[in-house]
């Protein structure tokens, strides 16, 4: 069992930025694909950005704002997100995978976080 647990999620004004940390237990963190999702009230859950070592995939949507690292010495995964718009508005989950491949679908994630709220208002 890996344990995900996210923190740093808040209200923000449009424009801002934001770092979320997720800090992972129980199995050996540097062999698992970390993720990061997000899912707004009515919509699907929805890829944000996943890192395996260095180096990161980003959703069309947050490319170009949003930085994903990992420090496995702390077990813990990054989202750094800048000029954050309204329509980033979401819960954002943490998610692992056993594995090397990067994928972006929540389905192949076998462990996720409780989220944590991120509101951008305008």
């Known amino acids: 069992q890996v344990q995900l647990v996210e923190s740093g999620g808040g209200l923000v004004q449009a424009g801002g930025s934001l770092r979320l940390s997720c800090a992972a237990s129980?199995?050996?963190?540097?062999?698992?694909?970390m993720a990061w999702f997000r899912q707004a009230p009515g919509k699907e859950r929805e890829f944000v950005a996943a890192?395996?070592?260095?180096?990161?995939v980003y959703a069309d949507s947050v490319k170009g704002r949003c930085t994903i690292s990992r420090d496995n010495a702390k077990n813990t995964v990054y989202l750094q997100i800048h000029s954050l718009k309204p329509e980033d508005t979401a819960v954002y989950y943490c998610?692992?995978?056993?594995?090397?491949?990067?994928?972006?679908?929540?389905?192949?994630?076998?462990?996720w976080g409780q989220g944590t709220q991120v509101t951008v208002s305008s």
């Open positions: 998610a692992a995978e056993y594995g090397v491949v990067v994928t972006t679908t929540p389905n192949n994630y076998d462990y």
């Open positions: 129980g199995r050996t963190f540097s062999n698992y694909v």
């Open positions: 890192i395996r070592w260095t180096g990161g």
